[in-house]
């Protein structure tokens, strides 16, 4: 899929967090899938420093259950 120059948003004004990192942080498999393939930064970190890739490492660290664990894994095999 080639890069869809309307994607290319701007950090929010929340934490300086992306689409991409709010959607791995509410765990939104589908979403984080469409906006890596839809050429999403996955290296912009927030005002904290990190990536859409640390959260991801986060969520499956602290993940309650199996379906929150398999959830979080693949989207973390999504993120480079």
């Not at 904290?48 to 979080?72: P, S």
Request: hydrophobic residues 40%.
């Amino acid at each position: 899929m080639s890069e869809n120059p309307s994607l290319k948003v701007k950090a929010t004004p929340i934490k300086n967090r992306t689409l991409l990192i709010f959607a791995v942080l509410n765990q939104h498999l589908l979403v984080t899938k469409f906006l890596i393939e839809a050429g999403a930064d996955q290296s912009h970190k927030d005002s904290l420093g990190k990536t859409a890739k640390n959260y991801a490492e986060e969520c499956l660290k602290n993940a309650k259950n199996k379906q929150e664990q398999v959830v979080a894994k693949n989207i973390a095999s999504l993120l480079d």
